[in-house]
Nanobody, 119 residues
């Protein structure tokens, strides 16, 4: 069982920045892939950025060049630095951890943190 706790959301004006944090209850090096997802009202949850255990990253096209995912292994924490925020970035942001315990894959989610970008 993995617990994830997000923080760092809030209200920001367009063009501003926020950094979200996700603290895991286990060593993040034991997690195959961690990532940030978001869900806006009336829309499906979508991937924002992911990082594998070997440090490889992947970004949604809509955030490339603006968002950066990183981690602090010692703190078991995943971050996403969000710059040049736009109103369309408004959503609840969720942290995800995916673990392979062959033959099963396990997904864990945090409770979410609200990000609101005003125009």
């Amino acid at each position: 069982q993995v617990q994830l706790v997000e923080s760092g959301g809030g209200l920001v004006q367009a063009g501003g920045s926020l950094r979200l944090s996700c603290v895991a209850s286990v060593s993040i090096l034991s997690i195959n892939v961690m990532g940030w997802y978001r869900q806006a009202p009336g829309k499906q949850r979508e991937m924002v950025a992911t990082m594998t255990s070997d440090g490889s990253t992947h970004y949604a096209d809509s955030v490339k060049g603006r968002f950066t995912v990183s981690r602090d292994n010692a703190k078991n924490t995943l971050y996403v630095q969000m710059n040049s925020l736009k109103p369309e970035d408004t959503a609840v942001y969720y942290c995800n951890a995916g673990l392979l315990n062959a033959p099963r894959w396990y997904d864990y989610w945090g409770q979410g943190t609200q990000v609101t970008v005003s125009s």
